[in-house]
């Protein structure tokens, strides 16, 4: 699948999705990775329906961005209906790796039932 445009994000109620294009490569990765910095949210949605692959360098990158936010009290959430891409995810995790969900509606409620916890701890 071609990766014509670049991962685009949006903010939904303090969550970060973030879109690929298509099948998720390094330089997808690193613009994950740099938007999720960027937006600094501690709940992220990864959306890689349209992804059929993702390389192993790839799949690296988004485990170590989900550790680092995890760390920090939050997660990220991928999307994908590909068992081979989440196959290819709990492969490169060696700690915990993203949760994925075949659905973003469902990978959205849990990361806001997430940040609502989160919330309430500090509250």
Not at 87 to 109: K, V, W
Request: hydrophobic share 45%; proline share 3%.
């Amino acid at each position: 699948m071609s990766n014509d445009v670049a991962v685009q994000a949006r903010d939904f109620g303090g969550c970060t999705i973030l879109t690929v294009p298509g099948d998720l490569d390094a330089a997808l990765a690193d613009e994950i990775r740099w938007a999720a910095s960027a937006a600094e949210s501690r709940h992220v949605v990864v959306d890689l329906g349209r992804a059929g692959s993702v390389e192993p360098l790839a799949a690296t990158v988004l485990v170590g961005l989900h550790q680092r936010i995890h760390a920090r009290g939050g997660g990220v959430c991928v999307v994908t209906r590909d068992l081979g891409v989440r196959a290819q995810l709990e492969r490169s995790a060696a700690g915990p790796a993203p949760r994925c969900y075949t659905e973003i509606g469902d990978a959205l409620e849990a990361s806001m039932s997430e940040r609502q916890a989160g919330l309430a701890r500090l509250a």
